[in-house]
Nanobody
Framework: QVQLVEAGGGLVQAGGSLRLSCATS????????MGWFRQASGKEREFVAA????????FYADSVKGRFTISRENAKNTVYLQMNSLKPEDTAVYYC???????????????WGQGTQVTVSS
């Protein structure tokens, strides 16, 4: 089993920055591909970013490319999402997820955190 706990959400003005973290327990972080997803009110959950086990490969949704950065510290069992140049449309509950396949598809991720709210005001 893997437990994921997100932190770092909050309220920020447009153009600002936040860094989300996701701490894992149970199996070590290095065993999993890690992803971030988000769900805005009234919308389906969508892919944001993913990072491979080895930290060599990352990919992003087009909507966040160039603004968000996913990273991991396997020694600390923590994955991060640095969010810069935030926009009101980034407002959502952000979830981290752990899985075995380096993919943007929600269904391949086995473990999920409880989510953290990010609100960007205009």
């Amino acid at each position: 089993q893997v437990q994921l706990v997100e932190a770092g959400g909050g309220l920020v003005q447009a153009g600002g920055s936040l860094r989300l973290s996701c701490a894992t327990s149970g199996r070590t972080l290095s065993s999993h591909v890690m992803g971030w997803f988000r769900q805005a009110s009234g919308k389906e959950r969508e892919f944001v970013a993913a990072i491979s086990r080895s930290d060599i490969s990352t990919f992003y949704a087009d909507s966040v490319k160039g603004r968000f950065t996913i990273s991991r510290e396997n020694a600390k069992n923590t994955v991060y999402l640095q969010m810069n140049s935030l926009k009101p449309e980034d407002t959502a509950v952000y979830y981290c997820a752990a899985g075995g396949i380096f993919d943007r598809t929600e269904g391949v991720y086995e473990y999920w955190g409880q989510g953290t709210q990010v609100t960007v005001s205009s």
